[in-house]
């Protein structure tokens, strides 16, 4: 196996078929993988070190796979392009390419697990075992066509209220994260007021109910 090495600065790398290279290895910088969007060939990416950049282009994915260490695409060209290490430390660019001297400018840059989203699959749910994810053309948006990315788990954000006790009544503004309800879809969540530094009775009132998000809402 032929492995190009990068220097301890920051590193431009051309991933490519016929370069005489199967990997391609940054060292402490931050790294730049300029990957072909037509490879024939079995290539490697593997970087712990700096914040690394793998461009990707338009390509068409045939398969892919995904684990908390890594991903493989299949490209429909032939080629194999698997990229591994801390993951935390990549971005991938959807599109880009039309810059030789920036090939990150026009593309949709992605971390890890939003790659992993795009794909169909639901990041925190990766493991040591690899997943098959989606397959089909990467667009510069940030999207795979033809993929529809696993919805985003809900959460609650529920903004902090001070009141004097005497005051009135205190109103929570109450936020939804993650997807938002679909058309004809609904989200609901029951809530209750509990003691803390204030005692129910004494110092507020008791309630509980419930708080619904309709189509569109968080």
């Known amino acids: 196996m032929a492995i190009q090495f990068g220097n301890t600065g920051n590193n431009d790398f051309v991933v490519k078929d016929a370069s005489g290279f199967d990997e391609f290895r940054g060292l402490e910088g931050d790294d730049t993988y ?19 950049t793998v461009v990707l282009g338009e390509a068409e994915i045939a398969s892919s796979l995904f684990f908390d260490g890594g991903v493989r695409l299949t490209y429909a060209s032939g080629g194999e392009l698997t990229v591994l290490g801390d993951m935390s430390k990549y971005n991938f660019v ?6 030789p001297f920036d090939p990150a400018a026009g593309g949709a840059s992605k971390t890890f697990a939003e790659t992993v ?3 169909g ?5 990766l ?13 510069p948006d940030g999207t795979v066509e033809g993929v529809e990315p696993e919805p985003q788990a809900g959460t609650l954000a529920i903004a902090d209220v001070t009141v004097n006790e005497d005051a009135g009544t205190a109103t929570f503004t109450v936020t939804l994260g993650g997807d938002a309800p679909a058309a004809g879809e609904s989200v ?5 007021t509990a003691d803390g530094t204030a005692v129910d009775g004494t110092d507020y009132t008791a309630a509980t109910g419930t708080l619904t998000f309709g189509e569109g809402e968080c």
């Open 34 to 52: 300029n990957v072909s969007p037509t490879l024939t060939e079995q290539l490697k990416i593997v970087d712990n070190d700096g914040v690394n």
């Open 94 to 99: 959807f599109g880009g390419q039309n810059d």
């Open 117 to 119: 989203t795009a794909f």
């Open 121 to 125: 699959l639901d990041p925190d749910a």
């Open 188 to 192: 609901t969540v029951d809530f209750a």
């Open 127 to 139: 493991g040591a075992t690899p997943e098959a994810g989606g397959a089909g053309t990467i667009n």
